[in-house]
Nanobody, 123 residues
Framework: VQLQASGRGLVQAGGSLRLSCAAS????????MGWFRQAPGKEREFVAA????????YYDDFAHGRFTISRDNANDTVYLQMNNLKPEDTAVYYC?????????????????WGQGTLVTVSS
């Protein structure tokens, strides 16, 4: 399974950005997908996850109400819409995948990772 993330950018605080992650090499609808992020000097942390069908989603507390994870199984892509961005959201964002029918929120349970895409939020 290969994951290709895109959508890196520099935005001002309060702005929005949408990240995309395209998957290949397997049946996309068999994958539970997630987004994680890693800020400089910090561990990689969970952001959001979505089940294979899109019917279940889960967010970390900081993402609730600002971020939305979604997926398009026809185009093998998962998205992370980020609104009202804050400087503390600055990080490298990674998409992850695991063949599963349930939502996966634990970092070490994911089998496949994208290369990461940098999001910088200026104050």
């Amino acid at each position: 399974v290969q994951l290709q993330a895109s959508g890196r950018g520099l935005v001002q605080a309060g702005g929005s950005l949408r990240l995309s992650c395209a998957a290949s090499g397997t049946t996309f609808s068999s994958l539970a997908m997630g987004w994680f992020r890693q800020a400089p000097g910090k561990e990689r942390e969970f952001v959001a996850a979505i089940s294979w069908s899109g019917g279940s989603t889960y967010y970390d507390d900081f993402a609730h109400g600002r971020f939305t994870i979604s997926r398009d199984n026809a185009n093998d892509t998962v998205y992370l819409q980020m609104n009202n961005l804050k400087p503390e959201d600055t990080a490298v964002y990674y998409c992850a995948a695991k063949e599963s029918i349930v939502v996966i929120i634990m970092r070490n349970e994911y089998d496949y990772w994208g290369q990461g895409t940098l999001v910088t939020v200026s104050s």
